[in-house]
């Protein structure tokens, strides 16, 4: 069962981020993503009900990262969930996929404190033909608020060398005024395609 302690907690901490006024330095912290050991399931699939689980797990200073797992895809959630729905919008890819260890968040220091406004996490996305893999940099907007978070902009990695840099600036350029159901992702490629993408309501 879902701890919603952890939930209230991190509304708590929110509100206090939320607050900071003046924009200030930009500068990257990393948190690390251990399933089986930061991560509470509060949903899952019963007995002969298919393969799928959902899990709130810790993130920057106890914002929640929210991971749905399904048929070997997930879709990941970073920041409060939406009000009355702890399975938030449905972003992910086509193929079977997975995201790495690592969270990146960018933040902002304001007078009162550090905001996280955005985070760049690697995705690997199989590809058609078996050994096929396509290194995706998912960038999200993070929700400090109910009504906010989902993804900004997708920088495909593999045969990218400034894929790290790019993400940055996508992250730093559009997180903060990006408006999640109205505005188009931004997309950056080389000489490997994005995978396909899907959204979804779960």
């Known amino acids: ?113 550090p905001v996280p406004f955005a985070t760049i996490h690697r995705w690997t996305v199989s590809g058609a033909n078996e050994g096929d893999k396509t290194q995706v940099l998912v960038v999200e907007k993070v929700a400090l608020s109910p009504a906010g978070g989902c993804a900004v902009g997708y920088v495909v990695a593999t045969g990218n060398a400034n894929a790290n840099v790019q993400a940055r600036r996508v992250a730093d350029e559009f997180a903060r005024d990006f408006i999640c159901g109205q505005d188009d992702p931004v997309v950056r490629e080389g000489r490997v395609a994005l995978p396909d993408r899907y959204v979804a309501r779960q």
């Open 1 to 113: 069962m879902f701890d919603r302690h952890v939930l209230i907690v991190a509304m708590m901490l929110t509100v206090s981020l939320s607050a900071s006024a003046s924009a200030g330095e930009i500068r990257s912290e990393y948190t690390k993503l251990d399933a089986g050991k930061d991560c509470t399931v509060f949903a899952s699939a019963a007995e002969g009900d298919g393969d799928w689980a959902n899990l709130i797990c810790n993130g920057y200073r106890g914002l929640p990262v929210i991971i749905q797992y399904s048929d070997l895809r997930e879709s990941l959630h970073y920041g409060l969930p939406p009000t009355g729905d702890m399975a938030p919008l449905w972003e992910s890819f086509g193929s079977f996929n997975s995201t790495g260890p690592t969270i990146e968040w960018r933040i902002e220091d304001g007078e009162r404190g």
